[in-house]
């Protein structure tokens, strides 16, 4: 995936870049959500043509741009085989952030902001996928 193939999947994403070229040893990645800068530090922990997963020991975050924390977070995507002889994209995203971040966010709401983003990106991750090796 392209840095514009990327930013083309959710309204939130600013820049991507890969780490490693055609190794893809890791990603840099560049995201708003719900009005928190975040920038992700991947390394890849599994790649294969059915599943990826990176990992970010070193993602930062700034509340509304200011505020900095550290975080960590996970990102697992599968195809697997459907009954019906298609494919079924499974994205994951799992992040731990401090005490005082989870809770401010849930004051306003974030997990809904979060939802509704990874809703965004995982569905234009999976028609990006099908217009590049295959039919849905």
Not at 5 to 10: K, L, V
Not at 25 to 37: D, K, P, Q, R
Not at 54 to 81: C, N, Q, R, Y
Not at 99 to 121: C, I, P, Q, S, Y
């Amino acid at each position: 995936m392209t840095d514009e193939e990327y930013r083309a999947c959710a309204k939130g994403h600013h820049a991507m870049g890969v780490i490693g070229g055609a190794k893809r040893l890791g990603l840099i990645n560049v995201e708003e959500i719900a009005g928190t800068l975040i920038v992700q530090h991947y390394r890849t922990e599994a790649a294969s043509p059915d599943h990826i997963r990176f990992i970010s020991d070193a993602s930062e975050g700034f509340l509304v741009h200011l505020v900095p924390f550290k975080m960590h977070v996970w990102w697992d995507m599968t195809v697997v085989p459907a009954e019906n002889g298609t494919s079924e994209l499974r994205c994951a995203i799992g992040f731990d952030a401090p005490g005082w971040v989870t809770a401010a966010g849930e004051m306003v709401g974030n997990n809904h902001f979060v939802r509704k983003h990874l809703v965004e990106e995982t569905g234009n991750f999976a028609k990006d996928i099908i217009a590049k090796y295959g039919r849905a």
